[in-house]
T-cell receptor, first 115, second 111 residues
């Protein structure tokens, strides 16, 4: 079974600064996908970014980028130019290829962006 | 463009009562899922349905039943609610790894 670990239960950052959220995972699989989801106070789960394990290039979506280290099984999320609207719970998630698209989530990191 | 719709959004039950959480998606996805979210635990998979007519257990299926009524609808039933089932429940649908969509969640409290 896969496990996903987010070692930072809470983090805070000043508006306009950069913050990095950590995620490690444990798997014996070689083909998989990794995701970061954002959950604001509205409770809605919003996909932030995805990474396909066979791609060496790190995924980027506007102010959000990842540092994917496959050998180290590490998948961190960097948020640049933090905005107040980035305040949310962030979940790292793992999906094994061919597993009916089931997601295994980490326990989450609560990020607070301060003005 | 509704996406994934869950009802109800909030519910309070007494121990031993039963209820069904409804979920419908309008994206023609084959796969649907029920997750529960507890503080400090992230989201955990309860049941999933890879296609119409099939259902399978996830990580925490005890105390729940599901029905894949048709391609659009996937319901979750609590036959005899227990305080340990107090949680936020999410329905999701997917067709490919790039397309996982979540409903707005149901906050269930069992007293």
């Amino acid at each position: 079974a896969q496990t996903v670990t987010q070692s930072q239960p809470e983090m805070s950052v000043q508006e306009a600064e950069t913050v990095t959220l950590s995620c490690t995972y444990d798997t014996s699989e070689n083909n998989y996908y990794l995701f970061w989801y954002k959950q604001p106070p509205s409770r809605q789960m919003i996909l932030v970014i995805r990474q396909e394990a066979y791609k060496q290039q790190n995924a980027t979506e506007n102010r959000f980028s990842v540092n994917f280290q496959k050998a180290a099984k590490s998948f961190s999320l960097k948020i640049s130019d933090s905005q107040l609207g980035d305040t949310a719970m962030y979940f790292c998630a793992f999906m094994k290829r061919g597993s009916n698209y089931k997601l295994t989530f980490g326990k989450g990191t609560l990020l607070t962006v301060n003005p | 463009n509704a996406g994934v719709t869950q009802t109800p959004k909030f519910q309070v039950l007494k121990t031993g009562q039963s209820m069904t959480l409804q979920c419908a998606q309008d994206m023609n996805h084959n796969s649907m899922y029920w997750y529960r979210q507890d503080p400090g635990m992230g989201l955990r998979l309860i049941y999933y349905s890879a296609s119409e007519g099939t259902t399978d257990k996830g990580e925490v299926p005890n105390g729940y039943n599901v029905s894949r009524l048709n391609k659009r609808e996937f319901s979750l039933r609590l036959e005899s609610a227990a305080p340990s089932q107090t949680s936020v429940y999410f329905c999701a649908s997917s067709e490919a790894p790039r397309d996982a969509f979540f409903g707005q969640g149901t906050r269930l409290t069992v007293v």
